[in-house]
């Protein structure tokens, strides 16, 4: 029998209303693996953390992904699940992709509705990520969120949609495969990455900002994150890479200066193209902003941190094969 170990670390699979009718992380994974009925893998619950996702950083989703590394290098698991909130997962699933360096899948899942709602949708989101990471068919895929009945690889996968029952999405794709009951079809393999080492107590700290431009933005922002500690400023430009003239003033001083300057964009989809002088992309990457191409804003946003963290010099070519 396949062994599989649920990580559950809070989010809204895990949550239930109080007095004031708002939704708290509370409850275990022994509590969350007995909403979901007979199951024909061996599963064991692991407590790690119990809180919303938008309450996380940089140190827990550091202890995320070591706990996640811990139960892959057992000799019995046969792969992970780990519950989580929605509203961070993508960054927490692409974490764990780019440190995972073994062929046992991971699956990252929970729920838009409270496990105390009448039509929760957490036990069977968890009913199908445990048969995902169960299955050989999952092998090899490193990382994966599963949603709804569908399966994301989580590069380019963000959430789209606040509350619907499928929320995710992944940019210029769809999902790689679908699960039901007891079967997993997948229709895509992902394209997997050098794996990067995991990160220490470093990471924790790593400060790096995003700035979005909009019509009448200045550097104000940018000049305010590096002033406040951050290691580096991720601009989320205008269409396919944009600024205008002061950001582009404040790039040439922030690169200048030693910072990394990412070039991202706030439209969501569609990659980094830098085809317009005049203050627009064009011009911010030859002041040294680095492209960051298709790669999701807070994706980037992340991997920007774990580089910096580890003391990699971050150039445009460093950056390629993750983007």
């Known amino acids: 029998m396949a062994h599989v170990v649920l990580i559950a670390t809070g989010g809204t699979i895990a949550s239930s209303s109080g007095p004031d009718r708002a939704a708290v992380a509370r409850r275990t994974a022994g509590e969350i693996l007995g909403s979901i009925g007979p ?51 993508e960054e927490t699933a692409f974490l764990v992709d780019l440190l995972h360096d073994s062929d046992k899948p991971v699956v990252l899942t929970g729920a838009q509705k409270a496990a105390d709602h009448p039509d929760s949708d957490g036990p069977q989101n968890l009913r199908e990520a445990i048969v995902v990471a169960a299955s050989p068919e999952a092998r090899g895929c490193g990382a994966l969120i599963c949603f709804a009945g569908r399966i994301f690889a989580p590069r380019r996968t963000r959430k789209h949609h606040t509350i619907a029952p499928e929320p995710f999405r992944t940019g210029d794709g769809g999902p790689i495969g679908r699960v039901g009951a007891s079967s997993v079809r997948l229709t895509a393999r992902p394209v997997r990455t050098a794996r990067l080492d995991r990160p220490d107590h470093r990471f924790d700290e790593t400060r790096v900002d995003v700035v979005t431009l909009h019509p009448g933005a200045d550097a104000v922002l940018a000049r305010a994150a590096v002033h406040a500690g951050a290691r580096a400023v991720v601009l989320a430009g205008t269409g396919a890479g944009n600024g205008n003239h002061a950001v582009l003033e404040w790039v040439s001083e922030a690169v200048r200066t030693g910072k ?15 085809m317009y002088g005049n203050g627009g992309g064009a011009d911010l990457t030859r002041a040294g902003a680095l492209n960051l191409g298709g790669l999701p804003l807070y994706h980037a946003r992340l991997l920007l941190a774990l580089l910096l963290s580890q003391g990699v010099s971050v150039t445009q070519q460093t950056l390629t094969p993750y983007i």
């Open 39 to 89: 199951c024909d893998v061996e599963v064991q619950g692991r407590d790690l953390l119990n809180v919303g996702s938008y309450l996380l950083g940089h140190r827990e989703l550091r202890v995320i992904a070591e706990a996640v590394a811990e139960e892959v290098a057992r000799d019995d698991v046969t792969g992970v699940v780990v519950t989580h909130g929605t509203d961070t997962m």
């Open 260 to 274: 990394v300057v990412g070039l991202s964009t706030r439209v969501a989809e569609g990659p980094v193209v830098p």
